[in-house]
């Protein structure tokens, strides 16, 4: 996923909202005087991603979440093919250089995301020098520059990478990519290939969303099973974990789990945030380019502009401890739960589907503060908690 700015309009009216309300405009608590989410769950890797105001050090509150709360971290865009390498054979690497740095100083398991996708990958990539498209022996020689010179910079120092991001459609078949056109089918065993050759001992994930819908989760274990008869390394399966208020269940979301178990590799919740908007798209998609036009109001499809309702909070509150739960359950599988993002004004669901909405999709609030669904989540890693979580609790007693 791409990650956006937070919402405009939100910018403007809800501190305004929260000046309105005795105390609410007090400076958070400190960081360090709640519990930590990493030590709730040591047998999960806690994850969060990072931008660039949280690399560079800018964004203070969210440094002290990181370091505080997660043991592992993803980066938001740094990374990705139009960041690393933006022209042919200039590859820019100060910002990863210091978002590795970073990790590496507070003692994280670092993740590199994302080495072949269809989408933030520049259009010279995939055609030749008069805009006419690459050879496939050409697009093959620039994927394996590209994975080489990325991944072997940080040879045992990022641990595991998203090699292939979204490489399937909705029905299970592959998405009819550049990579897929010009390549072909293999094109994903190449690049976990390629990935492989540069850094043996990295973890390899193959990454995607909506893997809980049954047509698309049949066509992700099709994928796996053959790159495992061919004899390529895939260390995990990333769910992106793009939820909403009502799917998936947490039935689905075990069966998920499951079906990647019985192949014999490992999961990851790699992109983890929960929409709380008023659909706006059909379906259960996180597909990027499914984007409509500024919001800018306080309506229908965008009614939280001043901040969720208490009933709105302990239903996110209670839908976060569920999912945990299962994870906690299935911490022999589930190996790292990573949130796309630190707080909710960093959130790409901000600006998706539609431009300048204000959503609340994680476990801290717009000023950093810990919301019921953060409380709610260190409940679930006692056994039961999450089942029986109600969620009352917003900050502690």
Same mark, same amino acid.
């Given at each position: 996923m791409k990650m956006q700015t937070r919402g405009a309009l939100a910018a403007v009216l809800l501190p305004a909202a929260l000046a309105a309300q005795p105390g609410r405009m007090e400076p958070p608590a400190p960081v360090s005087s709640f519990p930590s989410l990493k030590a709730a769950y040591p047998g999960l890797r806690m994850g969060t991603t990072l931008n660039l !105001?949280?690399?560079? /050090?800018? !964004?203070?509150?969210? /440094?002290?979440?990181?370091r505080h709360h997660f043991s592992a971290i993803s980066p938001e865009n740094l990374l990705k093919w139009e960041s690393a390498q933006p022209q042919p054979g200039r590859f820019a690497f100060e910002a990863a250089d210091r978002y590795v740095e970073l990790g590496e100083r507070n003692g994280q398991f670092i993740v590199g995301h994302a080495l072949v996708w269809h989408s933030q990958t520049p259009a010279w990539v995939f055609q030749n020098a008069d805009g006419s498209p690459a050879s496939r022996d050409t697009l093959l020689a620039r994927m394996r520059n590209h994975i080489h010179t990325v991944v072997g910079r940080y040879r045992g120092r990022i641990g595991g990478w998203d090699v292939v991001n979204e490489a399937l459609d909705e029905d299970g078949t592959l998405r009819r990519s550049p990579w897929l056109n010009i390549i072909g089918p293999d094109f994903i065993a190449q690049a976990f290939r390629f990935a492989n050759e540069a850094d043996p001992q990295a973890e390899l994930y193959y990454n995607d969303y909506s893997l809980e819908n049954p047509a698309k989760r049949a066509g992700a274990v099709r994928l796996i099973r053959d790159l495992q008869r061919q004899g390529v390394r895939v260390t995990a399966v990333g769910l992106q974990g793009h939820h909403k208020m009502d799917w998936p269940t947490i039935a689905a979301e075990d069966s998920t789990i499951t079906a990647f178990a019985d192949l014999g590799v490992k999961v990851a919740i790699t992109e983890l945030d929960i929409d709380v908007l008023p659909r706006v798209v059909p379906g259960n998609t996180a597909e990027i380019s499914a984007r409509g036009e500024?919001?800018?109001?306080?309506?229908?499809s965008n009614p939280y502009v001043l901040g969720m309702p208490d009933s709105v909070q302990q239903a996110l509150a209670q839908r976060y401890a569920q999912f945990f739960d299962l994870y906690r359950r299935r911490s022999d599988v589930v190996k790292r739960v990573t949130f796309w993002g630190v707080s909710d004004d960093d959130s790409w669901l901000n600006d998706w589907p539609l431009r300048g909405r204000t959503n609340h999709p994680l476990l801290f609030g717009w000023r950093g503060e810990p919301k019921a669904a953060f409380f709610a989540v260190l409940r679930a890693a006692s056994p039961g908690g999450g089942q029986a979580a109600t969620a009352t609790q917003s900050e502690p007693e």
């Open positions: !105001d949280e690399v560079y /050090g800018r !964004d203070l509150r969210g /440094g002290e979440i990181i500024a919001a800018g109001c306080n309506c229908e």
